[in-house]
């Protein structure tokens, strides 16, 4: 298996920098990161790369049984580090992609030693003592409307997931995002992400940990990044003065800003 051509990997920055390992969310692929590459790409050695089933991934690699589990998504991830022989990682993953990197930090703590976690959730369906922003029938109907029809609740969804209804252009990017991905992916995807519950992974990190959330975010409300902060000894918590769920979007100077800040300090 040619894993660059698998998981379309791009490594862009300074050749000799820290290296940042850029990880998306479910619906996207590793242009999300454009905005925030930039500001960063000076002093980092960038790795960007789309999870099978998304953006320009190989999608003869699919395994609808491997990406049913938040490990398989975290295998694709190590093996990454593997081919590029990675070593001393700082794992940026955005939204279910921060409970990836969990798990990868947790099997190589010798290639991933340090996490940023982009509007993080372990768990989005409230329980006894957790508000996770959902309801198990709001779950269950959230994924009822996106099996039955992804490219109508996509169009309805994205606008929502990202918020910022004054610049709507972001929304209609997160739509396109959406729409492009294979809808029977996007499926498997969608219950590996919204049926998760890493809650006692949080014990797992040993490593510095940042957790960036912005203000206002329907998917991840900031009891959750309170939740995760608590979770993980000796974490950071950022709170960006952003909404929305993709502040590498919606807010990348702050973003990138705070990852360049906390590498430095770690």
């Known amino acids: 298996m040619d894993i660059r051509r698998r998981n379309n990997i791009t490594v862009t920055g300074r050749a000799d920098g820290p290296v940042l390992l850029l990880a998306h969310g479910f619906g996207c692929d590793q242009n999300m990161w454009r905005l925030v590459a930039p500001a960063l790409a000076a002093d980092y050695r960038l790795v960007l790369f789309d999870y ?63 996490l940023v976690m982009v509007s993080p959730s372990p768990c989005y369906i409230d329980d006894e003592g957790y508000r996770g922003g959902f309801s198990t029938e709001d779950i269950d109907e959230l994924l009822e409307s996106l099996e039955s029809n992804y490219l109508g609740w996509s169009a309805v969804m994205a606008p929502v997931i990202m918020g ?21 992916m996007a499926r498997v995807f969608a ?25 206002q975010d329907v998917i991840a409300p900031r009891e959750v990044g309170a939740y995760v902060h608590d979770g993980i000894p000796g974490s950071r918590l950022v709170t960006l003065d952003a909404t929305g769920h993709c502040p590498q979007l919606s807010a990348p100077q702050a973003t990138a800003g705070a990852i360049a800040d906390f590498v430095g300090a770690a």
Not at 164 to 184: I, K
Not at 199 to 210: A, E, G, N, Q, S
């Open 52 to 114: 099978v089933g998304s953006g320009r991934a190989d999608p003869s690699a699919w395994d609808e049984r491997r990406y049913s589990s938040l490990e398989g998504y975290a295998l694709d991830v190590l093996e990454i580090c593997e081919e590029l022989d990675l070593r001393d990682v700082t794992f940026v993953g955005h939204s279910v992609s921060a409970m990836v990197g969990v798990l990868a930090a947790a099997k190589a703590p010798q290639r991933i030693s340090r």
């Open 191 to 215: 219950r590996t992400t919204f049926l998760s519950d890493s809650r006692d992974d949080l014990k797992t990190v040993t490593v510095p940990t940042l957790i960036l959330e912005c203000r």
């Open 164 to 184: 910022n209804a004054d610049r709507p252009e972001l929304g209609q990017e997160l739509t396109a995002s959406f729409c492009a991905t294979d809808p029977d």
